[in-house]
């Protein structure tokens, strides 16, 4: 049972243009929510984050919106650049837990 | 910091041999956590441990993998016997309490072991 999914294995877009990326959640308690990026043969790296008492958070190019009644949040990069192209992970928490719940990911190309 | 280190960063070895990977956390981290990448299954998060004490196993899928962590700067994940459906990247994270105490916490991981078992 999948807790945080990630239904879109890939996406492609073109350079200067908005990347969403897109994540659902199925367990209500998730409080804290957070985006890893990854490069091919290296570890994945924290990019962005948000906790629930909030429903958007920016950070240069890159903001995270959440929804919590819907339980979906989404990764907005504008304007795309050609080192964005990685494989993103979306994770879910909650703050009295250690465990952080990630997705399968979903891989950006950036098309020149 | 150097970061989360993990060593080897491959492995392949033959169906039946006992493998070992290895991880040193970031220093003052006292969270470490042990992952496993496949493309079925993606991030999978195997064992963890909070101060050298191991919290959540239920992530391990057998018997045949096992986690020890000694002290603050080191932990194995061995895999005895290894088979071929335990290829994966496994991945190590550590993180900081001082993040958790505020509300922002976040793993920092390794760059991962790429294990072939054949």
């Known amino acids: 049972d999948q807790q945080v999914k990630q239904n879109s294995p890939s996406l492609s877009v073109q350079e200067g243009r908005i990347s969403i990326l897109n994540c659902d959640y199925t367990?209500?308690?998730?409080?804290?929510f957070l985006w890893y990026k990854k490069y091919p043969a290296e570890g994945p790296t924290f990019l962005i984050s948000i906790s629930s008492i909030k429903d958007k958070n920016e950070d240069g190019r890159f903001t995270v919106f959440l929804n919590k009644s819907a339980k979906h949040l989404s990764l907005h990069i504008v304007p795309s650049q050609p080192g964005d192209s990685a494989v993103y992970f979306c994770a879910a928490s909650q703050v009295w837990d250690d465990k952080i719940i990630f997705g399968k990911g979903t891989r950006l190309h950036i098309l020149p | 910091d150097a970061g989360v280190i993990q060593s080897p960063r491959h492995e392949v070895t033959e169906m039946g041999q006992e493998v070992t990977l290895r991880c040193k956390p970031i220093?003052?981290?006292?969270?470490l956590f042990w992952y496993r990448q496949t493309m079925m299954r993606g991030l999978e998060l195997l064992i963890y441990f909070n101060n050298n004490v191991p919290i959540d196993d239920s992530g391990m899928p057998e018997d045949r993998f096992s986690a020890k962590m000694p002290n603050a700067s080191f932990s194995t994940l061995k895999i005895q016997p290894s088979e071929p459906r335990d290829s994966a990247v496994y991945f190590c994270?550590?993180?900081?309490?001082?993040?958790?105490?505020?509300?922002?916490?976040?793993?920092?991981f390794g760059p991962g072991t790429r294990l072939t078992v054949l």
């Open positions: 367990n209500s308690m998730f409080d804290y």
């Open positions: 220093s003052g981290h006292n969270s």
């Open positions: 994270a550590s993180s900081d309490p001082r993040d958790r105490a505020k509300g922002t916490d976040t793993q920092y």
